[in-house]
């Protein structure tokens, strides 16, 4: 097992261990907010036909650069409808946006440009079209076989858009995993109880499921453990046989109580690493039991925020097969001072100055037990270990609670 590694090393660590779980297919309306598994093709041209992109006529530009400004009107051409085709070379027919071009025609004059006659319609003299106008021809956005999305993608919009245009009824999708969490500590009441002036309101379960959900991960179970062992271990079984991943809150610090690492330990699971240098969160394990990777957080509520942005939720992902988000920047708005040889983990409020920078404005905690300073924060920078000043204007790397 590894111990004290740096921030670095631990999310190496992390992300080289956690496997990646097996795809599986789900009706199409079942897949938003999953991360896709496979390439989308083109399954047709796009668009697939020549389509007018006005109201107007559709004609043969020849017979209007020849001199013709009156055309007989055919027939409408109109959307769901199979072209039809221009019987001579100086007839037209109305058309609708998006509508298919009758055979024969290469242009569309739209009706601003045109007026009324005797079975037909004119177009205005000073009005000059251009070959080819107003035609969103096929092809001319991807030809068919052409690759719309590849796979890791998270499926939203405009995913849903390609998916569905292209006919992929049933995409290969990453699992969405069953989540537990157990939050441990002999301290914690729920809501339907009143706390003793010594007992704490168990938080740590509600905030980390929300985070998780935010992130897309929906099936969340939650369960208390006290800190007594044989109840813990009863606990962490149930948790692990419906579950795909665990995630622990408390008890993994060097207190006489803190049961969590020797309780999963004898249970079967594979310890990997104890304590990250960084605060908050320095006393993080994490194992694998079996096929299942296991976090034991610390408890305080900042650290198991914290810890589960920064380590938990991109393991997460890996495992769905997203890959790994291009880190994100925001330059600090004030000096921030940390002594400790330590990764620091500051809270910040994002905004952006009128030049479109990002701006992180420094919100640190009083403690890692200190949440209510999280109150109106967007993530944390994280400042390295082998600097104690961080001077206003200076470029800090940031996580997003939600991004
Ligand atoms: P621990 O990591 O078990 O030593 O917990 C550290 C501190 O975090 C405890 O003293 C509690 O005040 C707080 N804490 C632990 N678990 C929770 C929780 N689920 N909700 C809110 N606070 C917690
Ligand atoms: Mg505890």
Redesign the pocket.
């Known amino acids: 097992m590894q111990t004290e590694l740096t921030v670095a090393q631990a999310e190496r660590l992390i992300r080289e261990t956690v496997p990646t779980w097996p795809a599986e297919t789900v009706a199409l309306d079942a897949a938003a907010g999953r991360v896709l598994r496979q390439n989308v093709l083109a399954e047709r041209d796009l668009p697939p036909y020549d389509r007018a992109t006005m109201d107007g006529i559709a004609m043969r530009w020849r017979a209007w650069s020849a001199g013709q400004r009156e055309f007989p009107l055919e027939g409408m051409q109109s959307a769901g409808q199979a072209p039809g085709a221009l019987s001579n070379a100086g007839a037209a027919w109305r058309i609708a946006t998006g509508a298919p071009l009758p055979r024969g025609a290469d242009t569309v004059v739209p009706v601003e440009r045109l007026s009324e006659t005797n079975g037909g319609v004119r177009v205005d003299d000073d009005y000059r079209p251009k070959r080819g106008q107003f035609i969103h021809t096929q092809g001319s956005d991807r030809r068919a076989g052409a690759l719309l999305l590849k796979e890791g993608q998270r499926i939203g919009g405009v995913e849903m858009a390609l998916l569905s245009a292209n006919g992929v009824a049933r995409p290969r999708v990453a699992p969405d995993p069953r989540i537990a969490l157990v ?3 002999d ?2 009441v729920g809501l339907d109880s009143r706390p003793e002036s010594w007992q ?1 309101r ?4 509600p905030a980390m499921s929300a985070l998780l959900a935010r992130r897309g991960f929906g099936r969340v179970t939650a369960a208390h453990a006290p800190d007594e062992p044989e109840a813990l271990a009863e606990r962490i079984r149930t948790a692990l046989s419906g579950s795909d991943a665990l995630i622990l ?5 060097k ?1 006489a109580k ?1 049961y969590v690492p020797g309780v999963l330990t004898e249970l079967g699971a594979r310890p990997l690493l104890h304590r990250i240098r960084q605060r908050p969160g320095f006393p993080l394990w994490f194992g694998m039991h079996g096929e299942k990777p296991v976090f034991g957080l ?4 900042v650290s198991s925020l914290v810890c589960l942005r920064r380590y938990v939720i991109p393991a997460l992902e890996k495992a769905q097969g997203a890959p790994s988000p291009a880190p994100e920047h925001a330059t600090l708005t004030k000096d921030a001072t940390f002594k400790p040889s330590l990764t620091w983990f500051l809270p910040v409020r994002l905004a952006t100055d009128s030049d479109g920078r990002l701006l992180a404005h420094p919100r640190p905690t009083n403690t890692s ?1 200190d949440f209510a300073s999280l109150a109106r924060t967007d993530g944390f920078a994280q400042l390295p270990a082998h600097r104690s000043r961080f001077p206003s204007g200076r470029p800090v790397r940031i996580f997003r609670w939600n991004g």
């Not at 809150?249 to 610090?253: A, E």
């Not at 610390?298 to 509520?301: A, K």
Request: no cysteine; glycine share 32%.
């Open positions: 939050s441990t500590g301290e914690l704490v168990s938080s740590n379960g809150s408390g008890g993994v610090s207190g803190d610390p408890g305080n509520p037990g």
